[in-house]
DNA sequence: CCATGCGATAAGTGATACTGATGGAGGGTG
DNA sequence: CACCCTCCATCAGTATCACTTATCGCATGG
């Protein structure tokens, strides 16, 4: 079972074809052919079938092992090249967007330069799965994921990654729905769920997915999908709420005036009771920068 | 990173001997020694210091990922196998003796017997680590482990398995302090820890480690241990218990008459909570014979 | 019925991973 | 202080392995 094996087989599988494979690969189909053959020699089973190309079910269960296999391959590499060739001070912190904004991370960062002013810090944003994905696989030290969950539920995006990483609640808020400011419901004191089924609704898959999660909670037909917003940045997906493609679903903020565009307002969500919540992934930190800023963010969620 | 090579680097490690890992692996030494040095080429990292071996910080953060990265490897290995060999009703279930006989093992078995007459099942009884090991590397579809936690905690056991496995516990009792049947507390309706500070205690680490756990949870300095027992049988542990070598913990049984040895007797432990916990690991379980054993196995905790 | 596309197979070659022998550094011993 | 012994590194030689190139077999579709 070489990790070089595997990852031609992941190929194939994906590409659902050999000579596609061979050739993203660098390899020739040849090369391919010979290696899925010694690999099902290796296990003594079929793991594809051949025209049309596809895994049997054995190969089913190995594609499901092989990528956190392959992923925590990356990262022990990354970790040891890391802990040899940088006690240098160098820090990779991925992020989505909403997350690096509600977990305080500027402020904590500049807290970090003033402690650790050699500190070369980069700041990577991403999606939440993306995020994961970095900081399992060593790419970055630390990951800040957004996203809505029930209040003591843990972000579904930490039980994804592959279990060797560690996830930490830095931030949560409540939820308010974003809604163009002249919108009849605009001036709501609070607003329930089912006050909204009719509504259309902007998807942000980048954003927390509003919308994915709204139907896994209520479970209900309505939301309509009015728009799907695949980038990450909020004032435009505030522009769309104002333009009125939809409504859609944005951290709350207590005291301070709602900041996300001034075309549109946020009547908090009363129910079902929701939270937006930020988690800090990291695998085990050694002392350093990482762990210097693991820990000024947030005292604990 | 080839897997061969992460091994034999684990077996030089544990024996901090090349010569020792090549006897112990079938290798010559010069085969390690190039094997190693290969692979520290590869990571462009020093991962041993010679003379005397032992591992380098780089070498430290790679053996913290080689054991469970070979341990999925292994899982990997046998699931594919599996999943092709044996449509066939073959199962394996690994557990320690008190989690056996707290779940319901044998019962439970006997109902699997009656709806697949022709299951081929195998118990397998080890320490709770062990059973984790077993289900992790796959070579056990299903395992119960026991130990002594907090009521809403899970088992330590759980978390330190790789991270590819489902815990669910499946049975939970109080604590039950067992004294010999003439000692002066025998009578007594209830105990609480500090009680019991300067008694003699065995600990049983095959058993839950009471002792062990007793001084994480209460941290007191007392609980001297009077002999460690390293066996698995609850029986002798009794008879060590009734011939007054110490006390140690075991599942309270409600109703029933204590049920671990005629010189001994169970008083409840009150203070503080601590609960005897039976969880059940298992990887993704293919619809057969281990899935309906696992859904037979008590209906949630 | 033939062209085309795709995977399997065969043959050849350079790289690789062992074994066995030798070298050199440390640590103990007379 | 010389000696030896242990242990790891290195070298040379060889068998194996993993790739490329070339070719074959077999579907599918015109």
Same mark, same amino acid.
């Given at each position: ?10 190929? +194939?599988? %994906?590409?659902?074809?050999?000579? =596609?494979?061979?050739? =993203? ?19 003594? +089973? ?6 049309? $190309? ?9 594609? %499901?092992?092989? @990528?956190? /296999? ?9 970790? +040891? ?19 690096? *904004?509600?977990? @305080?991370?500027? *402020? ?11 500190? %070369?810090?980069? #700041? ?14 060593? !790419? *970055? ?28 609640? $830095?931030?949560?808020?409540?939820? *308010?729905?974003?809604?163009?400011? !002249? ?12 006050? /909204? ?9 980048? /954003? ?7 139907? %896994? +909670? ?18 435009? /997906?505030? =522009? ?22 001034? @075309? ?10 929701? #939270?937006?919540? #930020? ?8 002392? @350093? ?13």
């Amino acid at each position: 079972m070489d990790p070089h094996l595997l990852r031609t087989f992941v190929a +194939v599988a %994906e590409h659902r074809s050999f000579s =596609a494979a061979a050739s =993203a690969l660098g390899y020739t189909q040849s090369a391919v052919s010979q290696q899925i053959a010694a690999l099902e020699a290796e296990l003594g +089973v079929a793991l594809l079938r051949r025209r049309p $190309v596809e895994p049997t079910q054995a190969g089913e269960r190995l594609l %499901e092992h092989a @990528g956190p /296999l392959l992923l925590r391959l990356a990262a022990a590499r990354a970790d +040891v090249t890391r802990a040899a060739a940088a006690p240098a001070a160098r820090l990779t912190v991925a992020a989505t967007a909403l997350g690096a *904004a509600s977990a @305080g991370l500027p *402020a904590a960062l500049m807290r970090l330069r003033a402690a650790r002013p050699r500190a %070369e810090v980069e #700041v990577r944003l991403a999606g939440a799965p993306e995020v994961a994905r970095l900081v399992a696989a060593g !790419e *970055a030290e630390l990951g800040l994921a957004d996203g809505l969950a029930a209040p003591t539920d843990p972000l579904p995006v930490a039980a994804a990654t592959a279990g060797h990483l560690t996830a930490r609640g $830095v931030a949560h808020r409540d939820l *308010a729905v974003a809604l163009p400011r !002249e919108h009849p419901l605009a001036g709501a004191a609070g607003l329930a769920l089912g006050d /909204l089924v009719d509504a259309l609704w902007i998807d942000a898959p980048a /954003l927390g997915a509003p919308l994915t999660r709204l139907r %896994e +909670v209520a479970g209900a037909d309505g939301f309509r999908p009015g728009l799907a917003y695949t980038g990450s940045d909020v004032a435009t /997906l505030a =522009a769309l709420v104002a333009a009125g493609h939809g409504l859609t679903l944005l951290p709350a903020t207590a005291g301070t005036p709602w900041p996300y565009g001034p @075309g549109t307002t946020g009547v908090r969500l009363t129910a079902p009771r929701l #939270v937006h919540r #930020v988690e800090l992934l990291h695998a085990t930190l050694p002392p @350093g920068p990482a762990a210097d800023l693991a820990a000024a963010l947030a005292p604990a969620g």
